[in-house]
Structures are given as C-alpha cells and as structure tokens.
C-alpha cells in the first residue's frame, strides 16, 4: 500500500485484482484508493485530482448533517433508521400516564401540558436518545457475534457525539459510536459498527484490515456507497 498527498489529506492507494480505479471515504474520514496493479501514481493523482470536489464535497458533507440542529416539536419529523416519523403532541388528562409511542410514521407524544414547549423538546429528546442507544447496543452485539470467533476480545463500548465522525476505534479496544446514526438505515449502522469491530483486529485501514472487513462483510462497499447517497436527507 501507499499512501499519497493531494491537498493536505492523505490517501492511501491499495493495489488489487480489480480491473477499475475506485475511490473512497469512509466513515472515519479516511480517503482510499483502489486500483488495479501496474496503475501508475500518476494517473491516480491525476484522477484524484479530477475528482476532488467531489472527494472534498464528500469529506464536508458526509458529515454535515451530524450537526445539524434537529427540532424536537409538534409538526416536525425526526428520522428513525432512514425513515421520516411526524412528532405529534397530544394532551391527555392528569391521571393518564405522559409516554411517547411510536407508529408507523407517527411519534405520538402524550403529555398532560402541550404548551409547554421546552419540556415537551426535552421529553421527546431524551427518548430519542434512549432509543438509539438501545438499537445501538443491540446491533454492537450483534455484529460482535459475528466476527468473536476471529479471537477479537469484547470492545468497550460509548456514545459520544461527534462533530465529524460517525465512530472510532483505539488501541485499548474501545469504540466510540455517534448517537447520531440513529438517523441513517439500519444496513449502514451495521456498516459502521462493522469497520469499527474490524480495527480491533487491525487497526489501521491496511490490506488485511480490508481483507478482513470483507471476509465479515462481503458487500461493505455498498453500504459505504449508500452513506453516501443519504447525505441530501
Ligand atoms: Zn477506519
């Protein structure tokens, strides 16, 4: 592998069997190359260069939406697992319990006060947050089944937002994941709890951290392409 500079951000290339050049970057912010052998640097400089506002598009949108602002309030919609739920507040009497159901595309908001906004925002946050931390917790073991026969020991796991990463992995074994994800389809949480579970293993992005991502997860690369395209969300 090498690794080559173009704007200040490193790329590393990966020579394989493949018969096109691909380019990537994942959810950590890395940007990749792959080419077939015998392509020379500078055709991919040269293409690298061609597609660069695309690469740095890419590098400042993928995670845009991380900091955007969301609404917790009657008549907005948050986004579960790629999909769009309308928040609707209702009020109910005191003697009925204030609980927040979800439905098919609604997310129902029961409270016994419906003018007061700031508790209501706090209400259907904080239950947003619970639910991606349990949808988190369960695909992180979920996916650990998959790859502990590799002899890859049980990561520590947390939540941390993020302004620019959808997750992290460091040497003492522990993962960060962004809340966050909450928001994209469930195929690409899987993805990214994925890559990170691989640098367990392997800790930068080298051949066999590929080779062992793919042996995990065949069709990474198309979960990487769908993050992609669920940037304009
Ligand atoms: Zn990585």
């Known amino acids: 592998m090498k ?11 990966k020579f394989s069997n493949r018969k096109t050049i691909g380019i990537y970057v994942h959810p950590d912010k890395k940007v990749e190359v792959k080419a077939p052998y015998k392509t020379s640097l500078g055709r991919i400089k040269q293409l690298i260069e061609l597609k660069s506002p695309w690469i740095e598009k890419q590098l400042k949108e993928k995670y845009a939406r991380i900091e955007k ?12 697992l790629g999909q769009d739920y309308l928040i609707k507040v209702i009020q109910v009497e005191d003697f009925q ?9 609604i997310i129902r908001v ?30 992180l073991e979920k996916c650990y089944q998959k ?8 990561p520590s796991f ?3 937002y993020m302004k620019r990463r959808w997750g992290s992995c460091n040497a003492k074994g522990t993962i960060l994941l962004n809340p966050e994800m909450i928001a994209l389809p469930s195929h690409c949480i899987e993805y990214i709890i994925m890559h990170e579970l691989c640098h367990l293993k392997h800790l ?13 997860m065949p069709d990474w690369e198309e979960h990487n392409q769908a993050l992609d395209s669920h940037l304009q969300v």
Do not use: C, M
């Open 3 to 13: 690794k080559i500079s173009f704007q200040n951000i490193f790329i590393s290339v």
């Open 69 to 80: 602002k969301r609404e917790y309030k009657n008549g907005h919609t948050l986004k579960l």
């Open 97 to 105: 319990e204030e609980q927040i159901i979800k439905e098919k595309k």
């Open 110 to 139: 029961y409270v016994h006060d419906s003018n007061k906004k700031k508790r209501i925002s706090l209400f259907i946050e904080e239950w947003y947050r619970n639910e991606a931390l349990i949808f988190l917790a369960k695909k």
């Open 147 to 154: 790859i502990k026969k590799y002899n890859i020991p049980r």
């Open 158 to 160: 947390y939540l941390r």
């Open 204 to 216: 930068n992005h080298s051949k066999e951290f590929y080779h062992f991502l793919e042996t995990v």
